[in-house]
């Protein structure tokens, strides 16, 4: 009796082929970070087995705003105007509870046009999963520096920047995001991992991708390269994430790793690499991140997830069901509302 | 003796006839002193007297201290626009006394706070001296609450000079203090006080009198802020996202108390609806649409510096074709102008908003109730056109209290427009986005959550097919704008028809908004003063129907009123009718106070007395 060989599994546990998680073909440059990320949030999506019809897309203006469109194909997307993902993200996201909310912006489309609509989805923890696409540089419009750019970092044309750059993720982790990561487009593992715990979240994701520019960004001088990231990436921690539905028990050595526990029951397992870091501890961030930036380190992983906070959905205590589908019934009130209104008024 | 001296009644009213339920009062007090309190309790008072009546309130952009009038008309005739002239005076601000004293016609009457002396500015007016703080004292011991119920006196001199019923009063005072009882006796006895000095220092010597009539049974009054919240609650709007500024943020603020009180779920405790305060306009507007695009009946409201930060947003609406509802509560600009005036200012601006060719439908509400019914005729054709559709309010109709006929309950049931549901998309082969199938320029959207494997479609601002594929093609874009155009032609056909009265005249008029209330008084000064038929047309919405072109096909000459510089309006009939303005000729007013029938009348007056000349000059060849 011979045995069938194992052919790799086609559909999800959703019943959904790999393709309908892809989107259309990539117009980015060959070798583009944010192609990297695209691939990421496919796999992602598609081994967890997400609803594609419950995700919506959002993205402003720029390189990575175009992603959108290279995954996901049948899940609506809209793509807005510069520097304001966040609104558009926001109202839909009010719309339909249901919807499960990804945001892809860049650094030029955050950081600078963005930064007010950004701070403010930060601090309403809307449960939408931000992803900046960061290689500190404006690639559409051929390399101007971004606010992201570090300071002494150079553009390929010797001009150097020497104005303090914004940290997106010590500003969402101050301002009240309750997810909050940085990873690195070339690091596979961890990006897939962080993504996959993105969506058990619910609230504000922020996830700050470097993700260099080939075009742009990758010489010699950029602190947005893949020759720097692979000399200064400092990862906090190994990331795994267990989805809900899979009752695994990892067995890790006591002491080694922390384990965070989600709403749906999935589970991030944090093994740590040298040093001690508590994701829970806003202090515990904030303060890393400014001593990775002295030694010149970029950070990488979980650095502050906050499970409890309320999001603002909650806070807003809307009825359970999508405010867009309520049907007309529960959205007029009655003749004898009218009536006493007007009766008030007389 | 010097507070009460007075001229003997005869030596002037003996002259004068008297004056009964057609005049206007005038309030200057400072702001924050808590006469918004005393103004409306007066106008109630009056209200329920059975008299016409309006109010407007002129106010300074300032928490308290700066100088701020009140008016109010009675009307016998029911004219609610504002009129310019003052009566009757009450001088409570020494800032401003002198001016507002000197600015009277003769004749005017004028009650004062007696220490300001005003009496010595003028002889040709009738001076009431009050002696407002020795009359407070006894009545409110507390001597830092004087300041806010010392206003109240006056609201019994007036009762008292102008024959107000007291019960009125207080029935009018005791509303307006709802459930504070103790405030409402302070202030009850101050007007008390002041009705009691009245009655027994002051004889009447102006011709103005109240008395009872029966026009104002079952009326209501309300602001326009009110009532355009309650058209939208009551259109079912479900996601609200604002940014303060006045004179909008009140319409949001009313919103709030109805949503909290009628549009929370009885079993569960939980709201029907979202309400967010956003950290700027692109932010409001960018909500509204993600939340129309996904489904929700979305508004914001703001006035014209938030129109112009929204424009960019409004383009995407425009191009992407989303639902979504802008109130824009006029007021006086370029860039901060007069925050707190009116005016008709963003007529031209709103209509192409946004870079690029971009057109949005319009309404135009001239009073409370009607814009209570345009919030929903709003939320209907935003959905049916799938576009932002603007409702120009104003500072004069938002914010003053207007009289008004209770709302009619709207019992036409949601037009929620073209919308495939996955059940819908089993049935059609080959949908795509932006496919113009039944050829009224309105193509088919699903939202995001269907179901359906070809439900999803890439919302983008960027150029698109009819299958919302990304797409620089010179054909597929002169496609795509000439649709959105011909959808433009189907608005035309399905915006609020203009209100037409016509009397077979050779000279017509248009107006529009708030500008209504002083042509309708002015065609009557028109006819009385010049002979002078007129017909009317009021325009109720942009784009404009045939109607509008035909009316002024029809005429010789039509002035059309408005309230902004540059004629924005005329402009705007040109632009969008294709007809040149040789025939149209303006009447503007913009210095920030509403428009009053005088100004209409002797503009109108003018213009044709110099038609009249030229004629005779070429027939005579002078």
């Known amino acids: 009796m011979s045995t069938t060989p194992q052919t790799p599994p086609k559909l999800n546990r959703i019943g959904m082929e790999l393709a309908v998680y892809r989107g259309a073909r990539t117009t980015l440059c060959a070798g583009c970070g944010h192609n990297a990320v ?27 705003s175009k992603t959108p469109a290279y995954f996901l194909q049948i899940s609506h997307g809209f793509n807005g105007v510069h520097g304001r993902m966040p609104a558009l993200a926001t109202g839909a996201a009010l719309a339909n509870r249901n919807l499960r909310c990804v945001g892809v912006s860049g650094d030029g489309d955050t950081a600078s046009i963005g930064m007010g609509q950004f701070i403010h989805m930060m601090r309403r923890n809307i449960p939408v999963i931000y992803i900046i696409e960061n290689n500190g540089v404006y690639g559409l419009t051929k390399g101007q520096f971004s606010a992201t750019a570090d300071i002494g970092s150079t553009l390929k044309t010797g001009v150097v920047n020497d104005l303090t750059p914004i940290d997106c993720c010590a500003l969402a982790i101050q301002l009240g995001a309750s997810f909050v990561a940085r990873s690195f487009s070339g690091d596979k593992r961890q990006l897939l991992a962080l993504l996959k715990a993105a969506t058990a979240h619910r609230g504000t994701v922020l996830l700050d991708i470097i993700s260099p520019c080939v075009a742009f960004n990758d010489h010699e001088g950029s602190t947005k390269s893949y020759a720097y990231m692979k000399d200064h990436e400092e990862p906090l921690h190994e990331v795994d994430f267990i989805p809900h539905y899979q009752d695994i028990t990892v067995d890790y050595e006591p002491g080694s790793s922390v384990e965070v526990r989600m709403h749906d029951g999935s589970r991030i397992v944090l093994k740590k690499l040298g040093h ?49 589908s309520l049907p007309q019934e529960r959205l007029r009130p009655s003749k004898e509302a009218l009536d006493e209104i007007m009766g008030e008024l007389r | 003796m010097a507070s009460t001296e007075v001229l003997p009644q005869e030596t002037i009213l003996g002259e004068r006839e008297r004056v009964v339920n057609d005049f206007s009062i005038q309030v200057a007090t400072v ?22 009546v309006s109010g407007k309130n002129l106010f300074p952009s300032n928490i308290a201290g700066l100088p701020t009038w009140f008016t109010i008309r009675a009307s016998k005739h029911g004219y609610i626009a504002r009129k310019k002239e003052t009566d009757f005076l009450v001088a409570m601000n020494p800032e401003t006394a002198r001016d507002d004293i000197l600015s009277l016609a003769p004749g005017a009457a004028v009650v004062y706070d007696e220490p300001l002396k005003l009496d010595q500015l003028r002889d040709d007016l009738i001076f009431y001296p009050v002696p407002f703080d020795k ?54 006895n101050a007007a008390l006080a002041g009705y009691t000095f009245a ?76 309400i967010v305060q956003a950290e700027d306009e692109l932010a409001s507007v960018g909500m509204v649409l993600g939340a129309g695009w996904a489904g929700a009946r979305a ?224 065609r009557e000064q028109l006819r009385a003063e010049s002979r002078l038929e007129t017909d009317y047309l009021r325009i109720r919405a942009f784009p404009f129907s045939s109607e509008v072109e035909d009316f ?71």
């Open chain 2, 299 to 522: 508004m914001t409201a703001t006035s014209g510096p938030g129109i112009s930060l929204m424009s960019e947003f409004v383009g995407l609406g425009y191009y992407v074709e989303v639902p979504g509802v802008i109130v824009d509560v006029q007021r006086a600009g370029p860039s901060t102008g007069l925050p707190t005036r009116t005016m008709q200012g963003d007529v031209l601006s709103t209509a192409t908003l946004s870079h690029g060719d971009t057109k949005h439908p319009m309404l135009f509400p001239s009073s409370v109730g009607e814009v209570f019914q345009m919030m929903g005729q709003a939320f209907d054709l935003a959905e049916q056109l799938q576009t932002p559709v603007f409702v120009m309010s104003d500072l004069d109709l938002g914010m003053n209290n207007w009289m008004s006929d209770p709302f009619l309950y709207p019992e036409k049931p949601f037009q929620r427009g073209k919308v495939l549901t996955a059940e819908d998309l089993e049935r059609v082969k080959d949908w795509g986005r932006y496919r113009d199938v039944d050829g009224d320029g309105i193509p088919y959207r699903t939202l995001p959550g269907t179901p359906h494997r070809r439900a999803a479609w890439f919302a983008r601002g960027s150029g698109h097919d009819e299958y919302a594929r990304y797409t620089e093609r010179p054909i597929d874009y002169v496609r795509n704008m000439d649709r959105l155009a011909r959808k433009f032609e189907t608005a035309r056909k399905m915006m609020p028809a203009p209100e037409i009265d016509t009397r077979l005249a050779d000279i017509g008029i248009i107006a529009y908004g708030t500008s209504h209330w002083a042509v309708e008084e002015s």
């Open chain 1, 276 to 324: 001690d870091y508590d994701p829970t501890s806003k202090c515990a961030a904030l303060e890393a991140l400014v001593k990775a930036e002295e030694k010149q380190e970029v950070l990488t992983g979980l650095l502050y997830l906050n499970t409890a906070q309320k999001n603002f959905l909650e806070l807003l205590d809307t009825v359970s069901e999508p405010l867009a």
């Open chain 2, 199 to 274: 009655e027994e220092n002051l004889e009447k010597r102006d011709p103005y009198f109240i008395e009872p009539m029966n026009e104002t049974a079952g009326k209501i009054i309300i602001d326009g802020n009110a009532a355009a919240a309650l058209g939208a609650m009551f259109a079912g709007v479900s996601v609200v996202t604002w940014y303060p500024i006045t004179p909008s943020s009140s319409l949001v603020e009313t919103l709030i108390d109805y949503m909290k009180r009628y549009r929370v779920d009885k079993e569960t405790g939980k709201a029907t609806f979202a």
């Open chain 2, 552 to 622: 002024i096909r029809c005429h010789r000459r039509v002035y059309v009123v408005e309230q902004n510089r540059d004629a924005q309006m005329r402009d705007l009939l040109a632009l969008d009718l294709g007809i040149g303005t040789e025939k149209m000729r303006s009447v503007l007013h913009y210095n920030g106070l509403p428009i009053d029938a005088r100004t209409v009348t002797a503009s109108i007056q003018q213009q044709e007395e110099s038609i009249r000349a030229a004629t005779v000059r070429e027939r005579t060849g002078t």
């Open chain 2, 135 to 188: 009359l407070v004292a006894p009545c409110c011991p507390e001597a830092k609450l004087r300041k806010l119920v010392r206003n109240m006196i006056y609201d019994g001199v007036m009762a008292r000079l102008l024959g107000i019923d007291l019960a009125q009063v207080e029935t009018a005072l005791r509303k307006q203090f709802k459930k504070k009882v103790k405030a409402a006796e302070l202030n009850w």
């Open chain 1, 38 to 64: 695209t691939e990421r949030i496919i796999e992602a999506f598609f081994e967890l087995g997400v609803e594609p019809y419950q995700v919506a897309k959002f993205s402003g203006i720029g390189c990575s």
């Open chain 2, 31 to 52: 702001n924050g002193s808590g006469s918004q309190t005393a103004n409306m309790v007066l106008l109630r008072a009056i209200f329920q007297m059975g008299v016409p």
